[in-house]
Nanobody, 123 residues
Framework: VQLVESGGGSVQAGGSLRLSCAVH????????MAWFRQAPGKEREGVAA????????YYAASAKGRFTISHDNFKNTLHLQMNSLKPEDTGIYYC??????????????????WGQGTQVTVS
């Protein structure tokens, strides 16, 4: 297993969660790392991404102003701070890493390395 997520759980609407992803894939000088989520019966969608060289970020409209993506370069750990959670944020959250693009991307076709997912439930 090369990407290991943690930090999921159940929370009431308006609450917060912090997801983490330990990244063990071979790293390069500049990668796009992202969080995706998949709700029951829906397609997997991008939530937020960060390009590790420079720290530029990109957020889906649903995440802007509520979620913050960050990367700890020393520990090579990806985080997603989620505030003001809503029931529609419920789903399995996956982290992903791409070595093939030069920007922060939430386009699913850009990613081949995936974690196993962590469940987030907002009631």
């Amino acid at each position: 297993v090369q990407l290991v997520e943690s930090g999921g759980g159940s929370v009431q609407a308006g609450g917060s969660l912090r997801l983490s992803c330990a990244v063990h894939v071979p790293t390069l000088n500049g990668q796009s790392m992202a969080w995706f989520r998949q709700a029951p019966g829906k397609e997997r969608e991008g939530v937020a991404a960060i390009f590790t060289r420079g720290g530029s970020t990109y957020y889906a409209a649903s995440a802007k102003g509520r979620f913050t993506i960050s990367h700890d370069n020393f520990k090579n750990t990806l985080h997603l701070q989620m505030n003001s959670l809503k029931p529609e944020d419920t789903g399995i959250y996956y982290c992903a890493v791409s070595n093939t693009i030069g920007i922060a991307s939430i386009n699913i076709i850009d990613y081949r390395n995936w974690g196993q997912g962590t469940q987030v439930t907002v009631s």
